[in-house]
C-alpha cells in the first residue's frame, strides 16, 4: 500500500497551505483567550475569509458551494489548519452536522435557502436534540409539534444546545405521533430562531461562560415546508446528522486535541510547581508524556 500522498493531493496541500500562510489572522493568538461570546464575531469574520477564498465546506459537494475534497484531502485540510494554528470556523454545527444533513435529506429549495448562508457564516446554527430526560436515549424525547393548516405549532424543552445564544436557526427533532413507537413518530424541522415563542435560557458554567443553553419552545408556529425529509420518520434524518458529527467531526479531533496538548504544555513552562515549572516536575511530566502518547495514537 502506497500512503504517499498523490499529485492530486500534494497540489491541493500546497495551495491551501500558501493561502494559510498569507491569510491566518495574526491578532489570533491575543483574541483566542477571550470568551467565546467575545471572540464569535472574529470567528465569524474568519470563516467570511475562508468562505470568499472557497475553502469553507472543504467536505461538501462543488455544487453546494464546497471543495468536492476526498476523504484524504478532508484530513489534509484539518492538518493544514492546525498547522497554521489557524482560527475554528464560526458555524460548527452548521458546516459539519446541519449543512451535510440539509445535503442528504433536504428538498431543493432548502438547500438554496439554506446553504449558502451556511457556508458564509451569514447564518449560524444550533442543534435541538438532547432534552432533559432525552439525552443518549434520543428516542425518548418529549418536545411535540402539531400540524395545524399549514404550520406545526411547536411546544417542549431542549438542552445543552451549544451557539443556541447565538444562532439564526435550529435543526429540531420533534415527536409529531405520539401514538407511534418512540423511534417513530419524530419529525425534523428547521425552526428561525428568531420566531416568537423560543426563549433562550444560558446554563453558566464554573468558567462564568455560557456557551450551552437551554431553549423552550412555547406555541412556536413551524411552517410545513421547513420539514426535512419525510413526517414521522425524524430518526432517519437525526441519525444521518449523528453519523456526520461521528465523521466529520471525528476526523478533526485528533488535530483539536493535538492543538489543545501544545498549548497544556506551553503553559507547564510558565506555571510554577514546588518553587519550579510544572514541566519539570516528575509527576507533571509523566500526566504530560501519557496525555501525548493518547493523542498520538489516535
Not at 477564498?53 to 478532508?74: L, N, R, T, V
Not at 428516542?139 to 404550520?151: F, G, I, K, M, P
Request: glycine fraction near 8%.
Amino acid at each position: 500500500m502506497d500512503l504517499n500522498l498523490t499529485a492530486e493531493e500534494l497540489r491541493f496541500r500546497d495551495e491551501l497551505r500558501a493561502w494559510l500562510e498569507a491569510n491566518v489572522p495574526e491578532d489570533w493568538e491575543q483574541v483566542r483567550e477571550e470568551a467565546l461570546q467575545d471572540r464569535f464575531a472574529f470567528l465569524r469574520s474568519w470563516q467570511r475569509k475562508l468562505y470568499d477564498a472557497g475553502w469553507a465546506g472543504a467536505s461538501w459537494p462543488k455544487e453546494y458551494g464546497g471543495c468536492g475534497a476526498s476523504p484524504m484531502q478532508q484530513v489534509i485540510f484539518w492538518q493544514e489548519m492546525a498547522r497554521a494554528a489557524a482560527p475554528p470556523m464560526a458555524n460548527a454545527l452548521g458546516l459539519g452536522l446541519i449543512g451535510p444533513t440539509i445535503i442528504a435529506f433536504g428538498t431543493e429549495a432548502q438547500k438554496m435557502r439554506y446553504l449558502p448562508k451556511i457556508l458564509s457564516a451569514e447564518e449560524i446554527w444550533c442543534q435541538g436534540f438532547s432534552e432533559p430526560n432525552a439525552g443518549s436515549d434520543l428516542a425518548s424525547l418529549q418536545a411535540e409539534a402539531r400540524l395545524d393548516a399549514d404550520h406545526y405549532i411547536v411546544n417542549g424543552q431542549k438542552v445543552w444546545t451549544s451557539y443556541g445564544w447565538v444562532a439564526d436557526w435550529c435543526e429540531l427533532v420533534v415527536r409529531t405521533d405520539p401514538n407511534m413507537p418512540k423511534h417513530k413518530g419524530l419529525t425534523v424541522l428547521l425552526v428561525d430562531m428568531k420566531t416568537p415563542g423560543v426563549v433562550i435560557r444560558p446554563l453558566r458554567q464554573m468558567t462564568g461562560e455560557a456557551e450551552f443553553n437551554e431553549v423552550f419552545f412555547r406555541d412556536v408556529r413551524v411552517p410545513v415546508e421547513n420539514v426535512v425529509g419525510k413526517v414521522n420518520q425524524g430518526w432517519d434524518v437525526a441519525i444521518g446528522t449523528l453519523m456526520h458529527e461521528r465523521g466529520t467531526f471525528g476526523a478533526g479531533l485528533q488535530i483539536l486535541y493535538k492543538r489543545s496538548m501544545d498549548r497544556l504544555i506551553e503553559l507547564s513552562r510558565g506555571i510554577q510547581r514546588n518553587a519550579r515549572p510544572a514541566s519539570q516536575d516528575p509527576i507533571a511530566r509523566q500526566k504530560l508524556a501519557q496525555c501525548y502518547a493518547e493523542i498520538e495514537i489516535m
